[in-house]
């Protein structure tokens, strides 16, 4: 004990009462508000960074989630169209795949359904929804060579 009240009686002698309570060894006098600042008092704070990881975190965690939702709207849009105009192009002979699961080929496109066959043998034919297309399998007698043109 009593080498600490020496020791704050000898930096008091040095630099005065400023010294001690801007280390912060001495409380702040009664009536002052924070301890002074300045070189004694600015070397035991710590700095603030505002580099990359201090104050901007939000905002860069913030423009990383705004970029992943606009990506993720432009590869919908992307495959919306796609499908859109895959749905538009069907035509008669083409084999197509429904959603629910059914192989059959296009017998009659009309403005909104499709007529499918979708048995050979007994002639079976079911109307669909142009939108229940999920994939054309084969684009139909357009898409077979000929057998004059491999003759050649």
């Not at 009462?17 to 060894?25: F, M, T, V």
């Not at 006098?29 to 301890?35: I, R």
């Not at 895959?86 to 296009?106: L, N, R, Y």
Request: glycine residues 12%; aromatic residues 6%; hydrophobic residues 40%.
């Amino acid at each position: 004990m009593f080498d600490i009240d020496l020791y704050v009686f000898t930096l008091a002698q040095e630099g005065g009462p400023e010294a001690i309570s801007g280390e912060g060894l001495l409380p702040p006098p009664p009536g002052e508000g924070a301890p002074l600042t300045g070189a004694a008092g600015s070397q035991g704070a710590p700095a603030r960074d505002s580099s990359l990881l201090g104050g901007n975190l939000i905002f860069v965690l913030g423009l990383v989630f705004v970029v992943m939702i606009a990506f993720s709207f432009l590869g919908q849009r992307r495959d919306r169209k796609k499908r859109q105009s895959m749905i538009s192009a069907v035509k008669k002979h083409d084999v197509v795949q429904t959603v629910g699961g059914v192989i059959g080929s296009i017998v009659e496109v009309k403005a909104d359904t499709v007529v499918l066959k979708v048995d050979e043998s007994s002639n079976t034919r079911i109307t669909f929804a142009r939108s229940s297309i999920q994939q054309v399998l084969d684009d139909g007698p357009a898409s077979k060579p000929s057998l004059e043109a491999s003759a050649d």
